[in-house]
Each structure stands twice: as structure tokens, then as C-alpha cells.
């Protein structure tokens, strides 16, 4: 037993509830609730009502023993967790394979008569065998999507400037919009896929010569409006998903018709990848009990040669 | 002489079914019913290329199977403001060019040419296909890296994209087109080859599923072949479909082609 007064005991309990507005775990841990707490009210982002960034497994009252952040909580990912020690993961994408992000298939709509309610799925091997890992390790998982992509500046952006090496041309404001040194396009290409570690992601509108110097960043998932606004100030735009019948076609029709403009897809994951890793940067900064790391995902694609 | 309202007509009389005068995506994208066809293009995106390439051949009149202003609704307050919307209408003018898009009573038709295109060109045989029209095909079995190199030797795509173990054997396909892409985890499928499909945060998250099967040994496989050229193919049913009841003028299949290339 520790040689500790009563007296002495509370004080230090009432310290670390001044510290923080909710009570540690046994000795002095960090629970997984706190760190979400501790995150809510450091992001610099109001909380929405409505929200993906929410428990996904695990129980939050669990002290946490180390974080691993990651644009998307795989198996393996979950493994190097497991090896690494940590058991809260923060994961920027859904872990159960769906928005509904639940250990069960959502239901199939659309089948069956109207005025029946459809029958639970049948069981899936894959995500049955997920959750029995999570609950093997006494893993938690949090998804941290909707408010990291608020901050300020956009840390996803931020992570892509790191990993490309930009940070030198890479001004006091926006990172997602940057002016390198002139190079061409298939020379940027082959940069971005070596710096992002793409395997067969990769996919590009406009001419391999284009000389290019205004790069702007599109990280994640992003819809023609953001193309088009972002378009007319850049040379090209490097993304990580948008609609084929939109931001692709639009590319497509301003190349041909003599804009000196291109596009570098590289997928959504790929893309998040750096802003997580970020992520872990900042969380050392506001959860200082334990150790935050960065496990990146490979790119999932791969193209026959 | 025939004008684009006779053609539309024509179309939706032998498509055998009521047209759905609700639909916002089948309808005129530029110019009028009283535009007077000289020649008809089929193709799946109306690109400026498409339309260039068409007025070239004598086509003033463009079935498309997508949008023509970059989004789904083809809303032109939208994209109005952006140069290359001006400059590609300002050619259309210029040229006489009318589109009217066919995309939902396309997917309406029985059978679908999107679909009859895609495994025609993929050399699905029907004798392969699980029940007519089922887009659900059992192969002799293959590997997943075979099965990929072949999608890519037959449509000629630089950037299809696969996940998944290129040794897993696989035998059962299930065909999607455009976006209309099947989940991966139907127990009755291996592998799933369709155009487009949303990474993640989607109905079923196919490439994240895809990565966790790999991890547990389960063969899966997710074939992207690109929106464009998974749809492009049908467009070819399409225009000699559109020939058979308009012998006025010359139909053709005018190719979109893939938007991309792929880095080494």
C-alpha cells in the first residue's frame, strides 16, 4: 500500500477533478469517455446533434491503456493496436463496413412484401469475426469523421502538405491551397504516388506534360460544387474521391476544351491517411496519460500490369 | 425529314412499357423536339469530345446515357457560372446539337442493354448467368488476378481498380453497372465487377470488407471498372435499337472512352 494520508488522497482527487471535468479511472488512468470529453471540448468545433462520431464498440467507462488513430480501423489495423498495447481506437472511417456502422449487416431494403419487416440478416462471417476480435482484446472504438474535418485549419489538408514534403510552400492560412515548384503532371503523379505509398489507386484526368505550380487539396469525399470552385484557381486538384459523373466529366470537358487543368484521384482512404496521423500529433497535446500513434492503411487497390 | 420529338416518340412506343413522366433524368438537355435530325449519336457521357466528335460525323442529335452538365439532375444554375459550361454550350448552339438523355427507361427495359453491353463485351456468356437476368454468373474457376486481367485485356481500361488477394479463387460474379454496384458481402458472390461505387460510409463498405476478408483467409474480390466504360458498353445495343425504328437517318455508337490514365 502507498503511503498516502487520506487527507493527501482527496486533495489529489479533487486536483484532477479541477483539471478535468470528469473523474479519472482507477489510478489515475484515462478513461476512453474522458478522452472523447477532452476532445469535444479542445477540437474548436461546436458539437453537432447529429453525428457519426460516436462509440462503435467498447465501453467508454474502460481505462485507456493507448490510442492508435487511423483512417480506417481494420482487422489489421486492430492488430497492430492490439501488439502496440493501445485498445481505444480513433478511426476516421466506419469499422462495421456501413454508415449504420453496427456489428450486424444493416437489413437489405427494398425486399419483401411492404407491411412485413424485413428479417434480420443472416449472420456474416466477416463481420462476426471483427467483433469477436474487438470484444476478445476489450477493444473501444470512436469515430472521429464529422468534427476533425471542421478544424481549423483542415487537418486533412494539413497532413496531405506534411507527407507530399510542402510544408515550405504552404502559407499561414489554408493548407489545402498551395503553389510548389512548376513541375509537370506526371512528374507531381509519380510524387504523390511514391510520398502517399499508393499501390493502384491512382487514377488521373489531363494532358502527362501539363506544367503545373497551383495545387489544390481536396481530401476525402467531396462533390461537384467543391470541384468547381475549386477548379478555376488551381492547375490541378488533387482529391481523394469525387463522383465519376461529375467532378471526372467536368475535368474531362475543361481539358478538352483548352483549360490547362488536372485532376489526381488517389482515394478516399489514401487521402485520410495523413490527416490521421495528425490527428495522433494533436491528441498527445490534450491526452498527455497516453500514448498516441498513427497506424496507417495501405491503399486498398491494386491494378493488373 | 424527322425531327427530335418524332424521335422521342418512336422511343417511347416501342419501349413497350408507359413512359414515367415523373423522370427528371430522361428528358431534353439541350435544344428542342423541333430540331430537325440529321444523324443520332449514342454514347454515355455527353463529354464536349463526344459532342465535337458527333457534329463531325453528322450526328445533331445525342442520346446520352448520363448527365451533360456534370450532376445527376443536370441543374445548370449549378455549373452556369464555370467557363467550360459556356464554351460547350456555345458550340451545341453553333452546331444545332439536341440531347435528350436515356438513362432511367433504359434501366427499365427488359433486358436492360446496360447490362446486355457489359457482359457481352466481358464475354459473360448467358450460359454462365444463375437465372436470365439475375447479373449473377458461376465461372469456371478462376483466380482474382486472372479475372481482373482479363476485365482489363477486354475493355482495354488503364485504371480499373481492384481489392482484394489477386490469388483468391473465385467462380461466382455478380455484375453491376455504372453505380449500381452489389454489395460484396452476399454469401452467394466471390467477387463483384461493376462501374463506381462510394469507398466508405456508403449502405455496405465493400472495400473495407474486402480488406477484412483477405485478413481472414474468406476469398472476396471487388472489380471497379470505371463508370464510364462499365456502361459505355450497352450504348452500342442502344444505338442499334434506335436504328431499328429510325431508318431516316444514320445511328451510331459514338464511345466516351475512359476519362483517366494510371501512373506506372
Known amino acids: 500500500m502507498h503511503p498516502i494520508s487520506r487527507r493527501k488522497f482527496v486533495a489529489l482527487i479533487a486536483s484532477s477533478v479541477a483539471a478535468t471535468p470528469l473523474a479519472r479511472g482507477i489510478g489515475g488512468a484515462v478513461t476512453a469517455q474522458e478522452v472523447v470529453d477532452r476532445i469535444k471540448k479542445n477540437v474548436g468545433v461546436d458539437w453537432k446533434q447529429e453525428t457519426v462520431d460516436t462509440f462503435k464498440a467498447g465501453d467508454p467507462s474502460t481505462a485507456v491503456t493507448g490510442i492508435v488513430t487511423t483512417a480506417l480501423a481494420s482487422l489489421e489495423v486492430l492488430g497492430s493496436a492490439v501488439k502496440a498495447g493501445a485498445n481505444l481506437i480513433v478511426t476516421c472511417e466506419p469499422t462495421f463496413y456501413a454508415k449504420a456502422d453496427t456489428p450486424t449487416p444493416p437489413v437489405r431494403r427494398g425486399f419483401g412484401p411492404p407491411d412485413i419487416p424485413p428479417s434480420p440478416p443472416s449472420p456474416d462471417p466477416v463481420f462476426s469475426a471483427k467483433d469477436a476480435f474487438i470484444k476478445k482484446h476489450n477493444l473501444i472504438v470512436w469515430r472521429f469523421s464529422d468534427h476533425w474535418r471542421l478544424r481549423k485549419p483542415d487537418p486533412f489538408a494539413q497532413g496531405l502538405v506534411n507527407v507530399l514534403g510542402w510544408s515550405k510552400f504552404a502559407g499561414a492560412g489554408d493548407p489545402g491551397h498551395l503553389s510548389i515548384t512548376e513541375t509537370s503532371l506526371d512528374t507531381l503523379v509519380s510524387h504523390v504516388k511514391k510520398s502517399l505509398k499508393s499501390r493502384g489507386g491512382m487514377r488521373i484526368v489531363g494532358d502527362p506534360k501539363l506544367r503545373v505550380q497551383k495545387v489544390a487539396l481536396l481530401p476525402g469525399s467531396t462533390p461537384i460544387q467543391s470541384s468547381l470552385k475549386t477548379l478555376p484557381d488551381a492547375d490541378v486538384i488533387i482529391a481523394g474521391e469525387v463522383r465519376e459523373w461529375e467532378s471526372v466529366e467536368y475535368v474531362r470537358d475543361t481539358v478538352a476544351l483548352g483549360g490547362k487543368k488536372s485532376l489526381i484521384l488517389v482515394g478516399r482512404i489514401v487521402s485520410e491517411n495523413p490527416g490521421m496521423q495528425v490527428c495522433a500529433q494533436w491528441l498527445k497535446t490534450i491526452i498527455p496519460e497516453v500514448a498516441s500513434t498513427w497506424v496507417p492503411v495501405g491503399d486498398p487497390y491494386w491494378r493488373p500490369m | ?264
Open chain 2, 1 to 264: 425529314m424527322i425531327s427530335a420529338g418524332e424521335v422521342v416518340a418512336r422511343i417511347k412506343t416501342n419501349l413497350g412499357f408507359l413512359w414515367r413522366q415523373t423522370t427528371y433524368r430522361d428528358t431534353f438537355k439541350f435544344g428542342g423536339p423541333d430540331t430537325v435530325v440529321k444523324g443520332i449519336a449514342t454514347t454515355m457521357f455527353c463529354s464536349y469530345d463526344v459532342i465535337r466528335r458527333a457534329a463531325e460525323a453528322g450526328c445533331n442529335m445525342i442520346i446520352p446515357h448520363e448527365d451533360t452538365y456534370w450532376n445527376d439532375r443536370d441543374d445548370v444554375t449549378i455549373v452556369s457560372g464555370d467557363p467550360a459550361y459556356k464554351r460547350k454550350v456555345d458550340f451545341m448552339r453553333e452546331h444545332d446539337i439536341v440531347i435528350f438523355r436515356m438513362h432511367d427507361h433504359m434501366h427499365a427495359q427488359k433486358p436492360d442493354f446496360i447490362w446486355v453491353g457489359l457482359a457481352r463485351a466481358l464475354g459473360l456468356e448467358s450460359k454462365y448467368e444463375t437465372a436470365p437476368q439475375s447479373h449473377h454468373f458461376t465461372l469456371p474457376e478462376t483466380t482474382l488476378g486472372e479475372l481482373a486481367a482479363m476485365c482489363q485485356k477486354r475493355l482495354g481500361d488503364q485504371a480499373l481498380r481492384v481489392v482484394g488477394d489477386p490469388k483468391a479463387k473465385v467462380s461466382r460474379l455478380q455484375l453491376g453497372v455504372g453505380y449500381a454496384t452489389p454489395s460484396i458481402n452476399n454469401p452467394d458472390v466471390d467477387v463483384v465487377v461493376s462501374g463506381e461505387q462510394q469507398e466508405s460510409d456508403g449502405f455496405l463498405d465493400s472495400p473495407a470488407y474486402v480488406l477484412d476478408a483477405m485478413t481472414l483467409g474468406i476469398p472476396k474480390g471487388w472489380i471497379m471498372l470505371g463508370h464510364s466504360v462499365s456502361e459505355e458498353q450497352g450504348m452500342l445495343e442502344m444505338a442499334q435499337w434506335i436504328k431499328s425504328f429510325t431508318p431516316e437517318v444514320p445511328v451510331q455508337l459514338i464511345r466516351t472512352g475512359e476519362p483517366f490514365w494510371a501512373p506506372k
